[in-house]
């Protein structure tokens, strides 16, 4: 029984590495395997994390990752990795990394591992499958299979072969849900200066949509020209890419203070203001707030930067707090589709077995990883899903061979 896999990105990897036994061939287009594995975690790879549950997860048919991730757990994972001699640590976060903080580790020992259950076939593109013949078409060859695995990836990061091809000679044959960009940076309405270009500080990201909060993250945000970056909006990446494809003109607020409350914040800086009543409020906020902030922080609070501690109205308190406590960015666009992490949307999992992944549409056609209309939060939840959608692929595929 020939199985062939279109992918060695971290979901084709994480299938031949399961694969024992079975006779595989893994096609890429790329000279190598796992090259998006390769820029996952900013080079380090985060592959899973410490607080793990299905509801990190988001698709037009949510339920349909339960089974998958409850299979092959993060635990689980961190299992396997040791067994293949990946050792692991994680942050206080509880993002996961192999202990050499470096993502080629572990494509490197997938790759490995990978080699010793299947041959690889690289710089191939696909151009075309014949479903009802089971023939897959490349620029080079034709391939007679018994069992399809698509490992393809979405749309993200297309220069390490995640273009999205795939997706687009499936159209016509298997639903795809409406696709967009994720875990990226975005563009807002509201600018700051060039002074505060750049700057990083630790915040609470908040997002709301229509009013109603929708995630919370307190982790780094990054002000930029373009608008907002940083770990805490790209833990609202999913929601905020979601809202924007559906025109919901979804707003972020940035508490400078989370471990503050807005009471406690105010009788704070009135203490400093009573301690040093000739100071300006520019001075009085310098031990408070990162400096390249605090001409923004002020303008949009209408306060003279040059105003003194004993001249400030309860008024202009009021608007500081405010400000401090939810300085308010209207995401108008993402920013950067080129680099986005993960791909929303997918093969619509409606048509697909969550216990197999196989099609429901097409026997001996089978998805894993970013293909499918299943993404993950930031924090190593992708990797997660690849491994997990792989094993019970390969689980069912292997019980065929027997």
């Not at 990061?157 to 159209?171: A, F, H, V, W």
């Not at 990446?237 to 203070?257: A, C, H, T, Y």
């Not at 697909?352 to 992944?357: E, L, P, R, S, W």
């Amino acid at each position: 029984m020939k199985v062939f896999v279109i992918g060695a990105g971290v979901a084709g990897l994480a299938f031949a590495s399961f694969a024992e036994g079975l006779d595989l061939t893994v096609i890429d287009s790329n000279d190598q395997a796992g090259r998006k594995l390769l820029a996952s975690g900013n080079g380090r790879c985060n592959f899973t994390n410490l607080n793990f549950s299905p509801s990190y997860y988001q698709g037009e048919n949510p339920d349909f990752p339960k089974y998958a991730l409850e299979k092959f757990t993060n635990e689980d994972l961190i299992k396997y990795f040791s067994d293949l001699g990946i050792d692991s640590t994680h942050l206080p976060s509880g993002r996961c990394y192999p202990a050499t903080m470096a993502a080629k580790t572990v494509r490197d020992i997938l790759y490995i591992s990978a080699k010793e259950n299947a041959k690889f076939v690289f710089n191939e593109k696909i151009v075309g499958i014949d479903l009802k013949k089971k023939l897959i078409v490349s620029d080079r060859n034709k391939y007679k299979y018994d069992i399809l695995v698509l490992a393809s990836g979405g749309i993200t990061l297309p220069n390490s072969g995640s273009d999205g091809l795939i997706l687009d000679i499936l159209k016509d044959r298997q639903q795809v849900t409406s696709l967009t960009y994720a875990i990226t940076n975005y563009k807002t309405k509201e600018k700051l200066s060039k002074k505060a270009k750049g700057t990083r500080i630790r915040a609470k990201a908040s997002l709301l949509v229509r009013g109603k909060l929708i995630k919370e993250s307190t982790d780094d945000v990054i002000f930029q020209a373009y608008g907002l970056s940083g770990t805490a909006i790209l833990d609202l990446s999913n929601q905020i890419s979601i809202s924007l494809s559906k025109k919901e003109d979804p707003l972020v607020l940035i508490d400078f203070f989370p471990t503050y409350g807005s009471k406690d914040l105010e009788k704070r800086i009135r203490f400093l203001l009573n301690t040093y009543p000739k100071r300006s409020i520019y001075e009085v906020l310098l031990g408070l707030v990162n400096d390249r902030l605090i001409d923004d922080i002020l303008i949009k609070a209408r306060i003279d930067v040059n105003k003194m501690a004993d001249e400030l109205s309860d008024r202009d308190m009021a608007m500081l707090i405010k400000i401090l406590k939810e300085m308010r960015f209207h995401i108008k666009d993402i920013n950067d589709k080129t680099n986005a992490q993960v791909t929303i949307g997918g093969i619509d999992t409606r048509f697909v077995d969550d216990k197999t992944m196989e099609s429901k549409k097409y026997k001996d056609l089978y998805f894993c990883g970013e293909i499918l209309d299943v993404s993950g939060s930031c924090g190593g939840y992708n990797i997660q899903w690849a491994f997990s959608s792989a094993k019970v692929a390969c689980e069912k595929i292997r019980s065929i061979n027997v």
